[in-house]
């Protein structure tokens, strides 16, 4: 099942982003992805600080 969820997860990054790059310039494309990916790098490591904290306690 983990491997299922990795694999469209992938698949969900690569159109996503080829969407985005493809919408105007490739620079403003990739700057406007990798902004989202790091804010997604952000909230995910939030919270699972946040869960392990909530399961230590």
């Known amino acids: 099942m983990l491997n299922t969820f990795r694999q469209f997860g992938g698949a969900l990054a690569v159109a996503v982003y ?8 490739f620079a403003h494309g990739m700057r406007i992805g990798l902004v989202a990916a790091a804010i997604l790098l952000a909230a995910t490591a939030t919270a699972t600080a946040g869960v392990s904290r909530a399961r230590q306690s």
């Open 18 to 25: 080829g969407a985005l790059v493809s919408g105007g310039s």
